[in-house]
């Protein structure tokens, strides 16, 4: 069985850093993609950023030059550095990756950025 596990959300000052990681567990013969969204209350869900195996990244035009996304694959884990962060950056974030060409889901943790 296959688990993700998120950590590092909070509550955060806007202009603020939050660090998020994912780790994934189980029986893993593969990882391929991996992946950060969020929902926001009301909204849909929506990438944030995602890695490929080779290291290769995309970001929503919303976070790009503020948020890094980062893999360590010895590890299995994804990780989502924030900076600069704003009001609108609050959302569960949710990690995805692709494991044994099988999608997967982690709990979700809150981020909320207030003042």
């Known amino acids: 069985q296959v688990q993700l596990v998120e950590s590092g959300g909070g509550l955060v000052q806007p202009g603020g850093s939050l660090r998020l990681s994912c780790a994934a567990s189980g029986s893993i013969f593969s990882i391929n993609a991996m992946g950060w969204y969020r929902q926001a209350p009301g909204k849909q869900r929506e990438l944030v950023a995602a890695?490929?195996?080779?290291?290769?990244?995309n970001y929503a035009d919303s976070v790009k030059a503020r948020f890094t996304i980062s893999r360590d694959n010895a590890k299995n884990t994804v990780y989502l550095q924030m900076n600069s962060l704003k009001p609108e950056d609050t959302a569960v974030y949710y990690c995805?990756?692709?494991?044994?060409?099988?999608?997967?889901w982690g709990q979700g943790t809150q981020v909320t950025v207030s003042s």
């Open positions: 995805n990756a692709n494991i044994n060409l099988l999608a997967y």
């Open positions: 890695i490929g195996s080779g290291g290769s990244t």
